[in-house]
């Protein structure tokens, strides 16, 4: 495997996300895993855009074998203060990116949805391509779990950084978020 090139960056913690989605001028963002918004309304309080897809299918199975409904109300509340630019979409994120992701040309995609080596490795390969040069393409939990199948976020993302000569940078908020800029 090629040596791991990840350096600490500007961004200290994923919040300033919004921050840098502003200063850029960044017309549509995406987050794959909602959950219940948390992330979302402390991203949408700091900037808000033209468009914030919240993507998140709200399976009712693996790490979530409950009831999602109520989570899905929390996340409805969470987004409602933001007007018409947040829209939830309760569907898989990969198929998203497919059927949606070249027609938006987001400038922002943060993934925090399966964390899982499969569903990393898929959400990178799917978002990748929709994003325009000088995008960001990001995520949370950089770090190594237990298990590949359960968290699989550093392998992945050091994978998909070798193959395409990317540089990884890292917040330095407790749980790491990684970032990727498309080359221009
Ligand atoms: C860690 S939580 C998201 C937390 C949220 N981003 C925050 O920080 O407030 C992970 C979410 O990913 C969702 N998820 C699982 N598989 C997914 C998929 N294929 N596409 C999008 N979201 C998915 C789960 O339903 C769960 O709600």
New binding site residues.
Partial sequence: MAPVNEVRGRIAAREEFADECKRRGVKTCI?????????SAAFLRRYLPDRYYA?????SHGL?PFDRRP?IIMASIALQPFGDAPRLIIA???DIAHSHGSYWKPGFVYL???HSLK?IREDLEAWWPCIPAGGLLAG?DYWAGPSMEAHGVVQAVREFAAKHGLQITLTHDPVKSWWFEKPR
């Fill in positions: 987050e794959v895993g909602v959950d219940h918004g948390v992330y993507i998140d299918p709200y399976p979530y989570d898989p994120s990969v925090d949805g399966d569903g949370h």
